[in-house]
Protein backbone atom coordinates (compact mmCIF):
# COMPACT_ATOMS: atom_id res chain seq x y z
CA UNK A 1 0.00 0.00 0.00
CA UNK A 2 1.70 3.72 -0.75
CA UNK A 3 2.14 6.10 1.31
CA UNK A 4 -1.20 8.00 -0.12
CA UNK A 5 -3.28 5.52 0.23
CA UNK A 6 -2.40 5.32 4.14
CA UNK A 7 -2.54 9.18 4.63
CA UNK A 8 -6.09 9.33 3.21
CA UNK A 9 -6.98 6.16 5.67
CA UNK A 10 -5.51 8.28 8.54
CA UNK A 11 -7.44 11.43 7.14
CA UNK A 12 -10.95 9.50 7.26
CA UNK A 13 -10.35 7.68 10.81
CA UNK A 14 -9.52 11.74 11.96
CA UNK A 15 -12.51 12.91 10.30
CA UNK A 16 -14.55 10.10 12.21
CA UNK A 17 -13.28 9.79 15.65
CA UNK A 18 -10.92 13.06 16.81
CA UNK A 19 -13.82 15.33 16.16
CA UNK A 20 -15.98 14.08 19.05
CA UNK A 21 -12.55 14.33 20.99
CA UNK A 22 -12.28 17.51 19.94
CA UNK A 23 -15.30 18.84 21.18
CA UNK A 24 -14.72 17.15 24.18
CA UNK A 25 -11.58 18.48 25.05
CA UNK A 26 -12.70 22.54 24.77
CA UNK A 27 -15.66 21.82 27.15
CA UNK A 28 -13.72 19.87 29.73
CA UNK A 29 -10.42 20.74 31.06
CA UNK A 30 -10.24 17.31 32.29
CA UNK A 31 -9.70 16.18 28.47
CA UNK A 32 -7.58 18.63 26.90
CA UNK A 33 -4.74 16.13 26.39
CA UNK A 34 -6.78 13.49 24.42
CA UNK A 35 -6.49 14.71 21.25
CA UNK A 36 -2.33 15.58 21.49
CA UNK A 37 -2.27 11.52 22.70
CA UNK A 38 -3.99 10.63 19.12
CA UNK A 39 -1.70 13.29 17.02
CA UNK A 40 1.41 11.69 18.82
CA UNK A 41 -0.34 8.34 18.14
CA UNK A 42 -0.75 9.65 14.71
CA UNK A 43 2.18 10.40 13.90
CA UNK A 44 3.91 7.31 15.36
CA UNK A 45 1.48 5.53 13.08
CA UNK A 46 2.89 7.23 9.99
CA UNK A 47 6.48 6.50 11.23
CA UNK A 48 5.74 2.59 11.41
CA UNK A 49 3.84 2.98 8.08
CA UNK A 50 6.96 4.50 6.63
CA UNK A 51 8.93 1.83 7.37
CA UNK A 52 6.39 -1.12 6.68
CA UNK A 53 5.16 0.19 3.18
CA UNK A 54 4.13 -2.83 2.46
CA UNK A 55 1.53 -3.50 5.03
CA UNK A 56 -2.14 -4.53 4.42
CA UNK A 57 -4.47 -2.61 4.81
CA UNK A 58 -6.63 -4.39 6.99
CA UNK A 59 -3.59 -4.32 9.20
CA UNK A 60 -3.26 -0.82 9.50
CA UNK A 61 -7.17 0.14 10.22
CA UNK A 62 -6.70 -2.53 13.08
CA UNK A 63 -3.51 -0.90 14.49
CA UNK A 64 -4.97 2.43 14.32
CA UNK A 65 -8.50 1.37 15.96
CA UNK A 66 -6.54 -0.30 18.65
CA UNK A 67 -5.00 2.66 19.59
CA UNK A 68 -8.17 5.11 19.36
CA UNK A 69 -9.12 2.39 22.17
CA UNK A 70 -6.59 2.72 24.16
CA UNK A 71 -6.76 6.65 24.53
CA UNK A 72 -10.12 6.41 24.73
CA UNK A 73 -10.15 4.08 27.82
CA UNK A 74 -6.83 5.66 29.35
CA UNK A 75 -8.87 9.16 28.97
CA UNK A 76 -11.82 7.20 30.98
CA UNK A 77 -9.85 6.07 33.69
CA UNK A 78 -7.98 9.32 34.35
CA UNK A 79 -11.19 11.14 34.64
CA UNK A 80 -12.95 8.46 37.33
CA UNK A 81 -9.87 8.26 39.54
CA UNK A 82 -10.04 12.28 39.67
CA UNK A 83 -13.95 12.27 40.51
CA UNK A 84 -12.85 9.44 43.67
CA UNK A 85 -10.14 11.80 44.73
CA UNK A 86 -12.35 14.62 44.77
CA UNK A 87 -15.42 12.97 46.72
CA UNK A 88 -12.86 11.65 49.62
CA UNK A 89 -11.04 14.54 49.70
CA UNK A 90 -14.77 16.46 50.30
CA UNK A 91 -15.43 13.60 52.63
CA UNK A 92 -12.44 14.29 54.95
CA UNK A 93 -13.56 18.24 54.74
CA UNK A 94 -16.90 17.45 56.29
CA UNK A 95 -15.77 15.73 58.91
CA UNK A 96 -15.06 17.18 62.61
CA UNK A 97 -13.06 15.72 65.24
CA UNK A 98 -14.71 14.76 68.16
CA UNK A 99 -12.08 16.81 70.35
CA UNK A 100 -13.78 19.62 69.19
CA UNK A 101 -16.99 19.24 70.36
CA UNK A 102 -16.15 19.80 74.44
CA UNK A 103 -18.87 21.99 75.14
CA UNK A 104 -18.08 25.28 78.14
CA UNK A 105 -14.88 25.15 80.04
CA UNK A 106 -13.87 26.33 83.41
CA UNK A 107 -11.66 29.49 83.00
CA UNK A 108 -9.96 29.31 85.88
CA UNK A 109 -10.41 25.79 87.00
CA UNK A 110 -11.11 25.47 90.56
CA UNK A 111 -11.54 22.39 93.11
CA UNK A 112 -12.72 22.48 96.21
CA UNK A 113 -15.10 20.77 99.24
CA UNK A 114 -18.41 18.73 99.38
CA UNK A 115 -19.75 22.25 100.35
CA UNK A 116 -18.43 23.94 96.69
CA UNK A 117 -20.95 23.30 94.00
CA UNK A 118 -19.86 21.75 91.01
CA UNK A 119 -20.23 23.30 87.78
CA UNK A 120 -18.40 25.65 85.16
CA UNK A 121 -16.08 27.78 86.84
CA UNK A 122 -15.40 31.10 86.30
CA UNK A 123 -13.35 33.83 88.32
CA UNK A 124 -16.59 35.40 89.59
CA UNK A 125 -17.83 32.06 89.99
CA UNK A 126 -15.58 29.53 91.87
CA UNK A 127 -17.55 26.16 91.58
CA UNK A 128 -15.79 22.88 91.92
CA UNK A 129 -14.84 21.25 88.03
CA UNK A 130 -15.84 18.02 88.08
CA UNK A 131 -14.93 17.24 84.38
CA UNK A 132 -11.22 17.13 85.86
CA UNK A 133 -8.97 15.52 82.96
CA UNK A 134 -4.81 15.08 83.58
CA UNK A 135 -2.97 15.64 81.18
CA UNK A 136 -0.23 13.59 82.04
CA UNK A 137 -1.12 10.36 82.47
CA UNK A 138 -4.68 10.94 80.58
CA UNK A 139 -6.90 9.92 83.10
CA UNK A 140 -9.84 11.57 84.33
CA UNK A 141 -10.36 12.83 87.64
CA UNK A 142 -12.38 10.86 90.08
CA UNK A 143 -13.51 12.91 92.83
CA UNK A 144 -14.68 11.53 96.08
CA UNK A 145 -17.34 13.57 98.19
CA UNK A 146 -16.64 13.91 102.51
CA UNK A 147 -13.06 12.00 102.01
CA UNK A 148 -9.51 12.95 102.46
CA UNK A 149 -6.70 10.89 101.37
CA UNK A 150 -4.47 9.06 104.11
CA UNK A 151 -1.05 9.70 104.82
CA UNK A 152 -0.13 6.55 102.86
CA UNK A 153 -1.47 7.34 100.07
CA UNK A 154 1.45 7.19 97.21
CA UNK A 155 1.66 7.08 93.03
CA UNK A 156 2.54 3.10 92.91
CA UNK A 157 -1.00 2.79 95.49
CA UNK A 158 -2.93 4.78 92.62
CA UNK A 159 -1.03 3.28 89.65
CA UNK A 160 -2.06 -0.04 90.46
CA UNK A 161 -5.69 0.97 91.50
CA UNK A 162 -7.53 3.77 89.29
CA UNK A 163 -9.93 3.40 88.15
CA UNK A 164 -11.09 1.36 90.89
CA UNK A 165 -13.41 2.94 93.10
CA UNK A 166 -13.78 0.20 95.42
CA UNK A 167 -9.83 -0.20 95.76
CA UNK A 168 -9.24 3.66 96.42
CA UNK A 169 -11.35 3.64 98.92
CA UNK A 170 -8.68 2.01 101.00
CA UNK A 171 -6.62 4.73 101.53
CA UNK A 172 -9.49 6.88 101.97
CA UNK A 173 -10.50 8.28 105.47
CA UNK A 174 -14.09 9.38 105.90
CA UNK A 175 -14.39 13.52 106.91
CA UNK A 176 -17.57 15.43 106.48
CA UNK A 177 -16.37 18.24 104.31
CA UNK A 178 -13.21 17.66 101.95
CA UNK A 179 -13.62 16.27 98.93
CA UNK A 180 -10.37 13.92 97.79
CA UNK A 181 -9.48 13.86 93.92
CA UNK A 182 -7.16 11.50 92.14
CA UNK A 183 -6.39 10.34 88.52
CA UNK A 184 -3.41 7.64 87.87
CA UNK A 185 -0.39 10.01 88.90
CA UNK A 186 -1.75 12.83 91.26
CA UNK A 187 -3.78 13.08 94.28
CA UNK A 188 -5.27 16.09 96.26
CA UNK A 189 -7.77 16.83 98.84
CA UNK A 190 -9.54 19.96 99.10
CA UNK A 191 -11.58 21.65 101.75
CA UNK A 192 -12.36 25.23 100.32
CA UNK A 193 -12.31 26.52 96.49
CA UNK A 194 -8.12 26.14 95.05
CA UNK A 195 -7.50 27.71 91.94
CA UNK A 196 -5.79 24.55 90.30
CA UNK A 197 -3.01 27.03 88.83
CA UNK A 198 -1.98 27.60 92.68
CA UNK A 199 -1.25 23.32 92.69
CA UNK A 200 1.78 23.37 90.30
CA UNK A 201 1.82 19.42 91.06
CA UNK A 202 -1.15 18.45 89.55
CA UNK A 203 -1.37 18.42 85.78
CA UNK A 204 -5.29 18.66 85.49
CA UNK A 205 -7.29 20.63 83.06
CA UNK A 206 -11.29 21.24 82.05
CA UNK A 207 -12.65 18.43 79.75
CA UNK A 208 -15.12 20.33 79.01
CA UNK A 209 -19.35 20.93 79.90
CA UNK A 210 -21.87 19.50 78.54
CA UNK A 211 -24.86 22.15 77.91
Not at 54 to 68: K, M, N, R, W, Y
Not at 151 to 177: E, T
Amino acid sequence: MSDDDLDELLDEVEKKFCRNISVASSNDPTNRSGAGKYEKARDGQKKRSGIKSGQPLSSVTEDIDAFLEELLEEDDCSFSQQKTDQFHKGSRVEKKPSSQSGGRRCCPVYIGGSAVTNGVGTSTTPRSCDQLRCISCDFRVLPFDDCEWDSSCDYLFLRNNMPDRQKLKSKLKRRRGPRAYACQCSWFSALEPRDIRDQPQLRWVCGGHQD
